[in-house]
């Protein structure tokens, strides 16, 4: 990371305005990148870019590796020939301008996608080809993969039959003969996906924004990365997880965090010198220009439940690789540009992994105020190699938190910060988000378009309504533009 003071907005794809029920890689981004550069923001943070599975979070996916081909755009491919208006114009991609419906959007898409695909089939490029060799380390499994589980219904990898669950050889390769279509389907798709992110993020480039992505540190247990590569977690002889991720009790959430993910196995990993790891986060420097890494405290140490568990009550804390992990990546792969994840409560050696690394961890506004106790989120106690957000993809809005948080806190946070009604509560938080010492300021779309809490990304520990949230048509207007840019410029973060 950079000491220069820079400035962004947290807007992931989905969240784009569509005619299409979702956000794409279309006509839409480009003009978020240039309402991005009007404003004189110089960095786009989106969420994982991957293919979402149970409960649409894009921290659950079928692949670390792969692209969402939900986020591929229509008018493009009708501009390539390869789809015609009448073939997407007139399918139901559900009735709210504001949300996602994914039952829709899934469904819609199926069905243009296996037209494009009868197009595709009959004059394939030389570049597909070339995508598919370059990209054999993860694609060939992936496709593999998802064929199998279109084939039972969306049944999990666990519950197929032996031969193919534990990859047996000979099985492997008559099920890539079995099912060779269904296989060069999946792999158009990220064809397609990749060719269309590969222009944006150029054209994002070219206007000096650099994109931030987020890796999540675990993967979910039905992908392709824990079925093509079971030795890398810790898993039974039937390959169900032992133990799984999640966070213990606090005053948030009485039972702790259930996520269930299975957890990694460090010691084997070790041993391969980190070789999943070490593609994962080169494969994401090809994806982004700086990585943000999810719940980086488990690198030092990691919550593992037992997997029979219903609740995150009976975790025990593991210890985890530690600096060995990250000087492993600096030898293989050199300095990577990475914001920590690092919220929450952190011990001494989590302090001082972050502190051994040099990466900026995060600061949360919201987090700021709590009346009962002082608070390392305050603005007087930021140092400059941190990330300052108004709120995360897990917070509530600005104006949803005023409305919903401790009264309080919330006239803490007015005497703090100087609100106002007159200047905007929201604003007032991003004006002292953008005002901090912090070298990069990173502002929620949600509070720059003044969205109260029906706009909020996710809940934690919550099923159902959550990853829906879409901006209208035409709201980031030349006046939020300009209003933006007044601020970037008073604080010295466009320079």
């Known amino acids: 990371m950079t000491d220069k003071r820079q400035c962004g907005i947290l807007m992931h794809i989905s969240s784009l305005s569509s005619e299409y029920g979702i956000g794409t890689l279309g006509e839409k981004a480009y003009e978020f990148a240039d309402f991005l550069k009007a404003s004189g923001q110089s960095l786009w943070q989106i969420l994982p870019l991957c293919p979402t599975s149970f409960g649409d979070s894009p921290y659950q996916s079928f692949s670390s590796f792969a692209g969402n081909p939900f986020f591929i755009d229509f008018d493009l491919l009708r501009k390539e020939n390869l789809l015609k208006k009448s073939d997407y114009a007139d399918i139901n991609w559900g009735s709210h301008p504001e949300k996602v419906d994914y039952e829709k959007v899934y469904r819609g898409r199926k069905i243009v996608f296996d037209i494009l695909y009868r197009n595709f089939v009959k004059n394939i490029p030389t570049e597909f080809y070339e995508f598919c060799e370059a990209q054999d380390y993860w694609l060939s499994d992936f496709s593999l993969f998802m064929a199998e589980k279109e084939a039972r219904f969306g049944m999990p990898w666990v519950y197929w039959n032996n031969d193919i669950k534990k990859r047996k050889p000979i099985t492997v390769e008559a099920e890539k003969e079995k099912f060779k279509a269904e296989i060069q389907y999946h792999k158009m798709l990220q064809y397609f996906f990749y060719k269309q992110w590969n222009e944006l993020k150029a054209y994002v480039n070219s206007e000096n924004i650099k994109i931030i992505g987020d890796i999540p540190i675990y993967v979910a247990s039905d992908s392709a990365d824990v079925w093509s590569s079971p030795q890398n977690f810790q898993l039974d002889e039937n390959y169900n997880a032992i133990e799984v991720a999640g966070c213990p009790p606090d005053k948030f959430t009485e039972d702790g965090q259930l996520w269930g993910n299975p957890l990694f ?184 378009l003044s969205l109260d809490g029906k706009a909020r990304m996710n809940t934690p520990s919550t099923i159902g309504g959550n990853w829906v949230w879409r901006a209208k048509d035409g709201a980031f207007t030349s006046e939020i533009a300009e209003k933006l840019l007044d601020y970037t410029k008073l604080y010295q973060r466009n320079l």
């Open 265 to 448: 196995d460090w010691e084997y990993m070790k041993k391969d010198n980190y070789s999943w790891w070490i593609k994962r986060i080169a494969h994401n420097m090809r994806l982004y220009d700086i990585i943000r890494i999810d719940h980086f405290r488990g690198f030092d140490s990691y919550y593992a439940i037992p997997a029979k568990e219903k609740t995150a009550k009976n975790g025990i804390w593991r210890e985890g690789p530690k600096m060995d992990f990250f000087d492993s990546v600096r030898e293989q792969l050199g300095s990577i540009p990475i914001i920590a994840e690092d919220l929450g409560y952190l011990t001494p050696s989590v302090k001082q992994l972050l502190e051994n690394t040099g990466f900026p961890g995060m600061k949360v506004l919201q987090f700021a105020f709590d009346s009962r106790e002082a608070s390392d989120y305050m603005p007087h106690n930021y140092n400059k190699n941190s990330v300052v957000y108004t709120g995360t993809h897990d917070n509530d809005t600005v104006i949803g938190w005023i409305k919903a948080a401790p009264e309080q806190d919330v006239e803490l946070a007015k005497k703090y910060l100087l609100l106002s009604r007159a200047e905007g509560f929201n604003w007032g938080m991003i004006r002292a988000a953008v005002s901090s010492v912090s070298a990069t300021a990173v502002i929620t779309a949600q509070d720059i």
